[in-house]
């Protein structure tokens, strides 16, 4: 399941929520996989839609709440 958020309040400002199940060993795996990600990404990166729309800069990559 998969469920997107704006705030009138703070335009610009987008949440997606993602519930998923995994298999064995697979939550791990993920946790693993964002904690890289965000390591490598932390310097900001770029990124296009797949509709060929406008590009996003992203300046910073900084991880919420401590994964465990």
């Not at 995994?22 to 939550?27: C, I, Q, R, S």
């Not at 791990?28 to 990404?41: E, G, H, K, M």
């Amino acid at each position: 399941m998969s469920r997107g958020f704006t705030s009138p309040a703070a335009p610009g400002l987008v949440v997606t929520v993602n519930l998923a199940s995994y298999g064995d060993g697979g939550a791990q795996r993920t946790v693993s996989d964002l904690r890289t990600a965000i390591d490598a990404c932390a310097g900001g990166f770029g990124t296009s839609d797949n509709n060929g729309g406008g590009a996003v800069t992203y300046t910073s990559v900084e991880p919420g709440t401590e994964l465990a």
